[in-house]
């Protein structure tokens, strides 16, 4: 076995080879972190990786799997120090073949050595390992539980101050600092949809997985309706229920732990919304999703569907939230989440008995809405670590990150679409055009 300061110098070694698998321009700098160096040097727009000493190196190395780099940085074998953008940007460049065949061999049998003398890698805490069928309602419970129960006061460090969790919708698609018009740009969203669905004072609105109430209240408020909304998660309904209070409308707006499989006893309603829900619905599932958003809507009633799509087709369609196969969104963020396209979207509300009337990408505006979260983040790092601890804040800055390059490159959209439930075979006294 080699002495520390040997398998020291390879590590050091094998960190120069993996840097000449990215280009010259890369913006990160890639170093042991007992070599030092300080953040505040770093240009704008560049990201230092430091890894934690040769086990970590070893243990990033070898063996390879999908996941590989994202666990490091959970576990801390790595740090992402300065602009992590940066950093993703720069993996997304990497390519083995800029190496020649010599410094190939030189990498493998440099990664062998290193690994033989590593300790074992430090568990992670908090990985899903769901039970039961896949979307069955006590897994859909758990899956949501997982992600939404990490706590309210972690969500309120970066979330507007209504605390929605879905896309905004900004004025200024070319803002530099998103984060500082985020309460303005959710409320613009929240009305957008408000004026989508024609509410008006008496009418009744559902809104499936409303999250910590933002929609129904606003729609309450601005629109004088009645608004129910539904949940899967205890702590986002009692914060629902308590932002009603101070807002003045609880007598208009009530909030259950409810499935949407099961939406009779709410009755009947004139305007159904699902803002960034039906992520955790699944393929197989979509018939019964529309179905039961068409059977809680009044003939001539309108649904807003707002979700995350996925540009793949066929059996990529799930690329970014793979059930299985070491997929660090699946582990690690969103278990049991999956991503349709939007043909596919329409074809399954087309045949639960929907007509669809306006489709409407905000792909940008999400890309927007992540760098404000990530910065409100990054921010609030020392008290997120205090609330939820260092790796559920790594998760989330890295997802974060990450889901933003997706919707700038264009490998994942966010799409509004509004449909209607035909009354007589047709849109009852409908605008011919756009009216919102």
């Given at each position: 076995m080699t002495s520390e300061r040997n398998r020291e110098r390879l590590a050091r070694d094998l960190l120069r080879l993996l840097r000449q698998t990215l280009p010259d321009d890369a913006p990160v700098d890639l170093r042991l972190a007992a070599e030092g160096g300080e953040e505040s040097r770093l240009a704008t727009g560049r990201a230092r990786i430091a890894l934690a000493g040769p086990d970590a190196v070893s243990r990033l190395l070898w063996p390879p799997t999908p996941t590989s780099l994202a666990e490091a940085y959970l576990r801390g074998d790595l740090d992402i120090e300065a602009d992590i953008d940066a950093a993703i940007r720069a993996g997304e460049r990497y390519q083995l073949r800029r190496l020649g065949w010599a410094d190939r061999r030189r990498l493998l049998r440099g990664m062998l050595r290193l690994r033989a003398g590593a300790a074992p890698a430090p568990a992670l805490h908090r990985v899903a390992h769901l039970q039961g069928a896949r979307h069955s309602p006590a897994r859909d419970l758990a899956a949501v539980r997982f992600h939404y129960d990490v706590g309210n006061d972690f969500f309120a460090l970066w979330l507007d101050h209504r605390f929605v969790y879905s896309c905004a919708y900004f004025a200024d698609a070319d803002a530099p600092h998103p984060e500082d018009s985020l309460d303005t740009a959710q409320?613009?969203?929240?009305?957008?949809?408000?004026?989508?669905?024609?509410?008006?004072?008496?009418?009744?609105?559902?809104?499936?997985?409303?999250?910590?109430?933002?929609?129904?209240?606003?729609?309450?408020?601005?629109?004088?309706?009645?608004?129910?909304?539904?949940?899967?998660?205890?702590?986002?309904?009692?914060?629902?229920?308590?932002?009603?209070?101070?807002?003045?409308?609880?007598?208009?707006?009530?909030?259950?732990?409810?499935?949407?499989?099961?939406?009779?006893?709410?009755?009947?309603?004139?305007?159904?919304?699902?803002?960034?829900?039906?992520?955790?619905?699944?393929?197989?599932?979509?018939?019964?999703?529309?179905?039961?958003?068409?059977?809680?809507?009044?003939?001539?009633?309108?649904?807003l569907n707002h979700g995350i799509a996925t540009t793949a087709t066929g059996r990529r369609r799930t690329l970014q939230f793979r059930p299985r196969g070491g997929d660090f969104v699946g582990r690690y963020v969103f278990p049991d989440g999956e991503l349709v396209s939007v043909p596919e979207t329409l074809v399954r509300a087309r045949g639960a008995g929907f007509e669809a009337l306006h489709v409407q990408s905000l792909r940008p505006h999400y890309a927007l809405t992540l760098a404000a979260w990530l910065r409100r983040l990054e921010d609030h790092a020392p008290d997120a670590r205090r609330l939820v601890g260092e790796e559920v804040y790594r998760t989330w800055r890295l997802y974060m990150a990450a889901a933003r390059r997706g919707f700038e490159q264009g490998s994942l959209d966010v799409v509004q679409i509004l449909f209607v439930r035909p009354a007589d075979d047709r849109p009852a006294g409908l605008p011919l055009r756009p009216w919102w």
């Open positions: 409320e613009a969203k929240l009305d957008l949809i408000c004026r989508k669905l024609r509410l008006a004072p008496g009418q009744r609105l559902l809104d499936i997985g409303c999250g910590w109430g933002g929609l129904v209240v606003y729609a309450a408020q601005r629109y004088g309706v009645e608004a129910v909304g539904i949940t899967l998660s205890e702590p986002q309904a009692a914060a629902a229920r308590t932002a009603a209070e101070r807002a003045g409308v609880a007598e208009r707006v009530r909030v259950e732990v409810h499935d949407y499989r099961d939406l009779a006893p709410l009755g009947a309603f004139d305007a159904v919304a699902s803002v960034g829900m039906v992520e955790h619905v699944g393929h197989a599932q979509l018939p019964r999703y529309f179905g039961a958003a068409h059977d809680a809507l009044r003939p001539g009633g309108l649904f």
